[in-house]
């Protein structure tokens, strides 16, 4: 198979580009390094031939004559400017990346002749705030988001749906929960787990916002990339849910982390934030009807995996 991954510089792009090219396929990848790193390509470049990188913006003119020079049977677009705050402040910029991005990969994959697009969603935004007894929320679940980011990715995925009617481009969209792992940056706004083996490791304090039992889904990136792979050949023009299904509070999750650092010190507490969402978790059972996948990794060992991956670049 011939890919495309846009963003694959990315902590989960780079690791979905790693598992294709050790599954003999050829990969494309896009992105524009704002926020991926160039050295988490450095193994992917060890494929020779059937990888290749372009430095681009998805938001570019360029992006379709970049698709169509890798002549992909399957677009993945991961992409994104991926953080909630940034598109309540400046909801301009993050409509520009994340909807006028997506549909401009989505447009150059149907001109390219791409058989099929896996869109990376959000379920912990597209869903707004569900009600408690609601959760784990499923993929019937009425979508009110209630940030840009949220808003931006329900736009994306109706496009999808509009593309497979009027043009025949197939699709799958994926609506990740809180993805964690190797490659996370542990710096500005990344997934709390990464911020966490940061600190830990470097022996700061760990800072909890609130109370602290405030509730997330966390999925392991080996998982979440299963599911890209998955997705390439099954769950043809849904949407379904990549979580565990499991809430877990923040508050447990330094715990069992501090524990594994062997760190005996309590976090600090700081004021909530406005606007976080106080619990979610995201049922993936269509997942397993849809791509036969479910998670495989626990907290426990994705934690202590991304500790000692931390640890080992440091």
Not at 77 to 95: G, I, K, T
Request: with cysteine.
């Amino acid at each position: 198979m011939r890919a495309v991954v846009t963003g694959g510089a990315g902590f989960i792009g780079s690791t979905l580009t790693d598992r294709l090219l050790a599954e003999g396929h050829s990969v494309t990848v896009i992105d524009n390094l704002a926020t991926g790193r160039i050295s988490n390509l450095d193994g992917a470049r060890e494929a020779g031939e059937k990888f290749s990188f372009v430095e681009l913006d998805v938001r570019s003119a360029e992006i379709p004559n970049a698709i169509a020079d890798a002549a992909p049977e399957v677009v993945f677009h991961l992409a994104a400017q991926a953080d909630v705050r940034v598109s309540v402040e400046r909801p301009l910029f993050d409509a520009e990346v994340n909807v006028l991005g997506g549909l401009n990969v989505i447009e150059a994959a149907r001109l390219a002749g791409a058989r099929k697009v896996v869109v990376a969603s959000s379920g912990g935004t597209i869903y707004g705030d569900p009600a408690p007894e609601d959760l784990p929320v499923d993929e019937q679940h009425s979508q009110h988001p209630i940030s840009p980011y949220g808003v931006a990715k329900k736009v994306i995925d109706d496009y999808l749906h509009a593309f497979k009617y009027l043009h025949g481009l197939n699709y799958a969209a994926l609506a990740l929960a809180n993805v964690y792992g190797p490659r996370q940056d542990p710096h500005g706004e990344a997934g709390v787990v990464a911020i966490f083996a940061g600190k830990l490791l470097s022996g700061e304090e760990c800072r909890i916002f609130g109370d602290g039992e405030q509730t997330r889904d966390f999925v392991y990136v080996d998982d979440v990339v299963d599911a890209f792979v998955r997705a390439a050949d099954r769950g043809d023009g849904v949407l379904c849910n990549i979580g565990t299904g499991v809430e877990t509070s923040v508050n447990t999750l330094y715990r069992a982390m501090a524990d594994a650092a062997g760190v005996e010190s309590s976090a600090i507490y700081a004021p909530p934030r406005v606007g976080e969402l106080q619990r979610s978790a995201l049922n993936p059972g269509f997942a397993g009807t849809q791509l036969g996948w479910k998670p495989q990794t626990s907290l426990n060992d994705g934690a202590l995996a991304t500790l000692n991956w931390f640890q080992a670049q440091s």
